[in-house]
């Protein structure tokens, strides 16, 4: 989420130096006499870390605050205080113990979560230990309880509304961290579409590093070849490398990741795997060589019809909750063009059989004719999806549909 985020913090109205052909390939980075030097990212931190911290103490202390009001009355106000300073205190600690202020371990929304709950929980157990000690009677279990679920419910919302602002911010194109890309196959290839079609995942590409012959194919400036990986980095001043690891001979990426560790950069590396979640990868080494092992599937019996009570349940609520919304925005629709409220697709659903999918339209209601005339705008060149922005097919209501 944000790991230091040696990032630049500049919208993308903000002139950035221009690429140059020099020794190593174009850089994006003024060099001054002695070069650029890659920073460590603590050395180049920005304050998202920081606000992210005050975000935790706040919720924190507010669920405990409260708990040790409640008990106030039975025990004394500094003998509760200090249960709750226990409490705020432990939570707050094992939060940052389980290195939750780093993206690369709470990028995952599922395992950020589960860290939270053992955070909190930490949390009233450092809170029942200091009432024991206190010798608090009765014990404030109730109040301990409360404040234990009402942080995890506060840090969970907290801080996916952060994680929600932090994309919002990156697609604007700020607190994007300069990456080079490492390789130059199929595998890299999809790896810069990735990063360009997903730019809340704040990286941006500077470049690439490889065979020059394949500059055309990963439409990036070339930086240098793989002998020059380090010092083409440096000089185009990324704090970032995306290592494919596909592209290369293992010794030849080996030695690549360890000079950039040593420079200080971020390292990471591809798995070549395609379509696989990441929850199904576990790491498990064979002998002293890092292997990754698939998970296979299970769903089936008994955990297939809880999935499937679970979905229908809960799109069933979600859908009533939700119904004077829907029911508003498709009289807007109707209103504004008087053409069809729906929007019909064919999706392939399970066991590749197809279905029809239906959407609140957004376009109008020729927007599948207009389509031919409109490849001049399309962002998406490399495949066979059209985006553009602004897209002159989407009415005004269903501009407000999709925001």
Known sequence: MIDGLPSTEQPPQVDRPPF???PLGPSAAPVGSGGVQILHPAGRRSWLRAWLIALDVAVVAVAWVVSASAVAGDHGLALAGLTAAAGAGGTLAAVAAQRLYRSRVCSIRTLEIQALGRAVLAGG????ASAEFSGLTPRPLAAIASAVAAGFVGLVAARGGYRAWLANRRRSGWYARDVVLIGANE???ELHRITRDHPEMGYRV???????????ALDAPWLGDYDQAVEATRQAGASG???VATAMLPGHLNGIARGLLEAGVHVQISSGLRGIAARRLTTL???HEPLLYVEPIHLLGVR??????FDVVFASALLISTMPVLLLAAL????EDGGPVFFPQTRLGRHERPFTLYKLRTMVPDAEKRLAGLHGINEHTDGPLFKASPDPRVTRIGGLLRA
């Open 125 to 128: 157990a450092a809170a029942f």
């Open 241 to 243: 490398a995306l290592l």
């Open 187 to 189: 595998e890299a290839t």
């Open 206 to 216: 500077v470049g690439f590093i490889g065979p020059p012959a394949a500059s055309d």
């Open 285 to 287: 080494p064979l002998a």
């Open 332 to 335: 807007a629709i109707k209103l």
């Open 20 to 22: 140059r052909q020099g």
């Open 304 to 309: 297939l019809a809880v999935k499937r009570a």
